[in-house]
């Protein structure tokens, strides 16, 4: 079978530290912001020129993370509970014969920064290291098809889950100066319900952290409330 070798033009820096809590798709958290900071040899000015009169980039992107882990046929999308098998191509799955994924983001703009090229973006699902093998302007008239049929995906997923923080992590919220929408990014993520599929089934009284941009985030869920307790700076 032939196969290619690919380049990698940039690695993204996103928020997400982890796997756990990232969205399951692009664009479902807009205050998921993020670079993508193109590698020596594609951080051309040339090669970007009129990609600010996009809102929206296609990033084609390799599931670093899971990419040795392998892959079947058969997987069980979260969506339908986990119970439910689908083909491989038949779902949006990390695990895939090449490791390969695709997200619309917005383009947020385009700088340089210690004389690195930087497209800056929003409402990503990728975790931070991600490595980009290629941008494309989203085309509108071709890439939005509003008829199309959206199989067990059909509409964004909901929950009816809330959120409270504690007196500590509201006021750290405050406190911190470098992510002005760090309470509202907790919070969209928290109200998506991470939990793993099998603890959604029975009312868990447990504690779940994760970690944002450099902050590390405690909480508790009680039926459907998440109460944040506790953030903290991570320890360098
Ligand atoms: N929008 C992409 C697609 O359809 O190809 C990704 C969809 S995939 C279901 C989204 C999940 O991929 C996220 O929730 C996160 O857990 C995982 N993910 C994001 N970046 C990753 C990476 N670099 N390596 C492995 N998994 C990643």
Known sequence: MPSYQLQVVGYVRSPYKQKFAIPRQPGLIAEA????????????????????AFSHL??????????????????????????????VFATRATFRPNPVGLSVVKLEGVLRRQGRLVLQLSGVDLLDGTPILDIKPYLPYADAL??????????????????????????????????????????KVLKQDPRPQYKKQRSDTQSYGMTLYHFNIKWTVNGGHNHVTEISLQPD
């Open 33 to 52: 912001k993020a670079e993508l900071v193109l590698e020596k040899g594609y951080d051309d000015d040339a090669m970007v020129r009129g990609i600010e």
């Open 58 to 87: 296609w990033l084609v992107f390799v599931f670093h993370e899971t990419a040795d882990k392998g892959w079947s046929p058969l997987v069980r999308p979260p969506r339908l509970g986990g119970n439910a098998k689908k083909g």
């Open 146 to 187: 509003p008829d199309a049929s959206g199989g067990f995906a059909d509409s964004a997923p909901e929950t009816d889950m809330t959120v409270s923080f504690s007196e500590q992590a509201d006021a750290f919220c405050q406190r911190q100066q470098q992510v002005p929408e760090l309470r509202l990014l907790i919070e």
